[in-house]
C-alpha cells in the first residue's frame, strides 16, 4: 500500500503528519477491486471521497510518500488496548 501524507484532508490547523499518527482526525476509508469515479459517487450519495493512495499485490507493508518522496513515520495514536 502506497499513503500519500499530501493528500490526506485536514481540518484547520492539523496538518497531514499529525492527522495520521493522532488517532484523532479521520473518516471513513474505502479500497476498491475497480476504479471508482470520486465525481459520481459524491454526485450521487453526496459524500467527497478523496484519493490517498493505492494498494496492489506484493509484500504487505505501507510506504508513505511526502512531497514525492518516500518517508518513515513512527507509528503513534491512542492505545485502547494498553495501560492507561
Do not use: K, N, W
Not at 470520486?38 to 494498494?55: D, K, M, P, Q, S
Request: hydrophobic share 40%.
Amino acid at each position: 500500500m502506497t499513503l500519500d501524507l499530501d493528500r490526506i484532508p485536514t481540518v484547520s490547523g492539523v496538518d497531514a503528519m499529525s492527522a495520521v499518527q493522532s488517532g484523532e482526525e479521520y473518516e471513513i476509508l474505502l479500497t476498491s477491486a475497480i476504479p471508482i469515479d470520486c465525481e459520481a459517487f459524491r454526485a450521487r450519495f453526496g459524500v467527497t471521497l478523496t484519493e490517498i493512495g493505492t494498494v496492489a499485490d506484493g509484500e504487505p507493508g505501507v510506504q508513505v510518500m511526502m512531497a514525492g518522496e518516500q518517508i518513515e513515520i513512527e507509528p503513534r495514536g491512542y492505545d485502547h488496548f494498553g495501560d492507561a
